[in-house]
């Protein structure tokens, strides 16, 4: 028996943490096991990997170090927590997986990157396996960056290496999230730009239209 694997992507600020949770909520209700959780930092290895990644000066490290990093933690997180709940049977919830990692590292870095060494790494790390779902919330990055920092102005820990990048590079980040929505059959690209209800009740039409 194996569940289903639904990720959530986007840039900043789209709300994608409180939908992955409202969702959660949604499938228990409705008598389905549910793991949520999230890319960086979904195994405590992982919780490491994400202070190292979303913390501190944005220039701390490059691309091609920032692209291994996230991969090392994917490799953990599918190893001891997403491939075993799945064998389970239970449904996965990510906020973010793979896409995040092209969509930032490669074309939020205006395309410095190589694209192979990604999707090589893709291919070592994760193998022949893909989400079922992959959700993409869209958002002017002008919205979103504010909606982002506002809210991290609250916590202990600022996470804010990501944020402080300029502006084109949100840019290049939300044109790259909708090139890689055309690439694949799995992708939905919805609106953020709504109200916390109307979203997660347009998520659950998509969810029940494609997994249920
Ligand atoms: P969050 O905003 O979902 O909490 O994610 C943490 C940050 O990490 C966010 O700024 C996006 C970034 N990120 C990447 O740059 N590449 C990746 O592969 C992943 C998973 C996240």
């Not at 549910?34 to 979904?42: A, M």
């Not at 490290?61 to 709940?85: G, W």
């Given at each position: 028996?194996?569940?289903?694997?639904?990720?959530?992507?986007?840039?900043?600020?789209?709300?994608?943490?409180?939908?992955?949770?409202?969702?959660?909520?949604?499938?228990?209700?409705?008598?389905?096991?549910?793991?949520?959780?999230?890319?960086?930092?979904?195994?405590?290895?992982?919780?490491?990997?994400?202070?190292?990644?979303?913390?501190g000066d944005k220039d701390k490290f490059d691309a091609v170090a920032e692209a291994?990093?996230?991969?090392?933690?994917?490799?953990?997180?599918?190893?001891?927590?997403?491939?075993?709940?799945?064998?389970?049977?239970?449904?996965?919830?990510?906020?973010?997986?793979?896409?995040?990692?092209?969509?930032?590292?490669?074309?939020?870095?205006?395309?410095?990157?190589?694209?192979?060494?990604?999707?090589?790494?893709?291919?070592?790390?994760?193998?022949?396996?893909?989400?079922?779902?992959t959700v993409i919330l869209d958002i002017d990055p002008e919205i979103g960056l504010?909606?982002?920092?506002?809210?991290?102005?609250?916590?202990?820990?600022?996470?804010?290496?990501?944020?402080?990048?300029?502006?084109?590079?949100?840019?290049?980040?939300?044109?790259?999230?909708?090139?890689?929505?055309?690439?694949?059959?799995?992708?939905?690209?919805?609106?953020?730009?709504?109200?916390?209800?109307?979203?997660?009740?347009?998520?659950?039409?998509?969810?029940?239209?494609?997994?249920?």
């Amino acid at each position: 028996m194996s569940g289903r694997f639904i990720t959530f992507e986007g840039g900043e600020g789209t709300g994608k943490s409180t939908q992955v949770k409202l969702l959660a909520e949604y499938l228990k209700a409705n008598g389905i096991d549910v793991v949520l959780t999230k890319e960086p930092g979904g195994t405590p290895i992982g919780q490491e990997l994400r202070a190292m990644l979303c913390t501190g000066d944005k220039d701390k490290f490059d691309a091609v170090a920032e692209a291994l990093l996230y991969y090392a933690d994917r490799r953990i997180h599918m190893q001891q927590k997403v491939l075993p709940a799945l064998a389970k049977g239970s449904w996965v919830i990510s906020d973010r997986f793979a896409d995040s990692t092209m969509a930032y590292q490669y074309y939020g870095y205006n395309k410095r990157v190589p694209k192979q060494m990604l999707e090589e790494l893709y291919k070592m790390t994760v193998g022949d396996f893909y989400p079922d779902l992959t959700v993409i919330l869209d958002i002017d990055p002008e919205i979103g960056l504010a909606r982002s920092i506002a809210q991290n102005s609250t916590y202990v820990v600022q996470e804010t290496r990501h944020e402080s990048r300029e502006m084109e590079f949100h840019h290049n980040l939300r044109a790259g999230f909708l090139e890689i929505a055309k690439t694949a059959d799995r992708y939905a690209v919805i609106d953020a730009n709504k109200t916390i209800e109307s979203l997660h009740d347009e998520i659950v039409k998509l969810v029940r239209e494609r997994l249920l």
